[in-house]
């Protein structure tokens, strides 16, 4: 009668332990059986046994209160260690789902920092842009390849960069496209010819300058383009 007192009992703590803590999901501390058992003696009292048969009672009694703490602690750690689980999972799902979320917004923010993509139009515009003005046929002949040299590059400190250029699109006027070799004494030619013009941006005119820049930028493009 007795075991199967202490064994419900134990058996009642544990479950009303473990549905209270299923709802909170937060650790449990187990009892210790001097709380449920009362005094020194369990449920008995007193300070010793008055016979040899309660004292083997009491001494049964005190093994299934161990037996019961035992298992009332083992079950404790059971449910402890699957809260601890539990609540690592959730951390792990809402660190994921903060991650994801975080970069959802990245890309939006990207997005409207971007603004709306552009057209085929507006790309072929915009390569357009930065193109340098084709070369007329006055200043450039089609047929012979000869060029109307602007006044600021006439002078002699121009004279053999003229030289060099002058005799590749003579060559690129009689079959079409210039050589590797020409286009590239051509772009050597006509950088030397800017970096020397922007050695005189302070003495000339400004408007001579310019048009002088951009001839020779207009020259370079027009070695890698087919003669009209």
Known sequence: MMRSSAFLA???VLVCFTVANAQTNTPITPPSGGNYYGGGYGVYG?????TAA????RGMGDVMRSAGQANLNNSAAAINYSIAQRNQIENREAWTHSYFQMRQANRAYRAAERGPAATMEQMVRFAQVGKPKPLSAGEVDPVSGSINWPMLLQGDDFADQRAEVEKAFAKRAGSS???EDDFMKTREA????AANLKKKIR????YKYMQSKKFIDSLAYAAGQPAS
């Open 10 to 12: 134990v058996t009642a």
């Open 46 to 50: 007193g300070g010793h046994a008055s």
């Open 54 to 57: 309660e004292g083997r009672l």
């Open 177 to 179: 496209m210039m050589s």
């Open 190 to 193: 006509t950088e030397e010819m």
């Open 203 to 206: 003495d000339v005119p400004s």
